[in-house]
């Protein structure tokens, strides 16, 4: 029995279990010249999937009603008749929500999980890690003895770059959505200061409490009224790198906020929006970063797995609503 996660219908405004469909089909899969046979073992839930189920035009095609989710995965070759890859091997790559599925082979890499754990190349040694180094490096430029804020801090992408900020000499403060989150960055990831958005009435006073000496480069993972209050406290020619807004990925209305302009104007700021695949050129000098510091210990890396691929759709909404801690992944 293989079985696939499919998109029923396209969500308006937060997703639910009901625009999911689960389909099981009967019998053996066949693979013809040039084709693996490929079984799910880690499956990435990932914030960008909510733009893929809207038919809203954006950097990436959206997804298709009736059709397969798909997203990155570590599969395993159970069979191949491909030349590149062979029985036993494990590949990772964007492929469908089915426990099993054929591939072409095109756009999958081999993995070894002999130098690290499977799931570790769907985060940190994978998109999640490329998109804090490479945002943080070629938007942020950052320098040592500056001031970072990152929003999302306590998730997949933001306890990267705060702990690259700090091996970098930075002063790292973290936003994120609970007092476990906040305590977690700063007793396990080294930030020195975090701040739990729920809790806070005045973010701009408590950015400021943070950063006396003002924010020179924000790593913004979710845009919205967070974002705002960090404007009120950049410095002069701060970078700000824009990752991502999943504070406003599910809202139905276009989000209205403050103007962005006269803070830029006064600080000479720059804001710039940020695509990891926008820097494919540079991911083996950032993967031989991420892997160095990995080996030496300076980098460490935080994961919720969910055990079960018919959990995979609830996953993707958990992360969503904030009960990951680190990159959220389904073992299929
Ligand atoms: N541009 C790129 O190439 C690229 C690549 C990867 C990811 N991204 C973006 O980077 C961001 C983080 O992605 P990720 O994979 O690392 O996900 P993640 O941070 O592991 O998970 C999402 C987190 O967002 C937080 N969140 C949810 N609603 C929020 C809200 N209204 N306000 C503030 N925080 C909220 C939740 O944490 P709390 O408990 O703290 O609320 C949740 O844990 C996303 O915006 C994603 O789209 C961009």
């Known amino acids: 029995m293989n079985t696939s996660i499919t998109l029923k219908q396209r969500p308006v405004g937060t997703p639910t279990l009901a625009d999911f469909e689960m389909k099981e089909q009967e019998g053996n899969l066949t693979i013809s010249d040039g084709e693996l046979l490929l079984k799910s073992i880690y499956i990435s839930v990932d914030p960008y999937l909510r733009g893929r189920m809207s038919a809203a035009k954006s950097y990436i095609p959206p997804f298709e009603v009736g059709k397969p989710i798909s997203s990155g995965i570590v599969a395993e070759v159970l069979d191949s008749k491909n030349k590149k890859f062979n029985k036993g091997d494990f590949v990772a790559g964007s492929l469908e929500w089915k426990t ?17 754990p499977l799931s570790a190349y769907l985060g940190i040694i994978g998109m999640t890690g490329l998109t804090a180094f490479l945002g943080l490096h070629e938007i942020g430029k950052p320098k040592k003895g500056e001031t970072m804020v990152v929003s999302g801090a306590a998730g997949a992408v933001g306890t990267v770059v705060g702990q690259i900020g700090k091996i970098l000499g ?44 003002g924010v020179d480069i924000y790593y913004d993972n979710v845009g919205g009224p967070i974002s705002d209050a960090v404007l009120f406290n950049i410095n002069k020619f701060a970078r700000m790198i824009i990752c991502g807004a999943i504070s406003v990925y599910n809202k139905t ?51 919720t797995i969910v055990e079960g691929f018919e959990n995979t759709p609830q996953a993707f909404l958990d992360m969503m609503a904030g009960k990951n801690k680190g990159k959220m992944i389904v073992k299929a």
């Open 253 to 303: 209305e276009i989000p209205t906020g403050i103007s962005v302009q006269p803070f830029l104007v006064k600080n000479s700021a720059l804001m710039q929006g940020f695509i990891v695949s926008n820097y494919a050129d540079k991911f083996p000098d950032a993967m031989k970063h991420l892997s160095t510091w990995l080996t030496e210990g300076k980098l460490t890396y935080k994961e």
């Open 100 to 116: 099993q599925q054929v591939s072409n082979g095109v756009g999958l890499q081999k993995v070894d999980k002999d130098k690290a």
């Open 170 to 213: 930075l002063t790292v403060i973290g936003i994120a959505g609970s007092d476990e989150k906040v305590a977690m960055l700063k007793s396990e990831l080294g930030f020195d200061h975090g701040i739990n958005y729920k809790t806070t009435k005045d973010m701009k006073a408590a950015i400021q409490e943070a950063a006396p000496n």
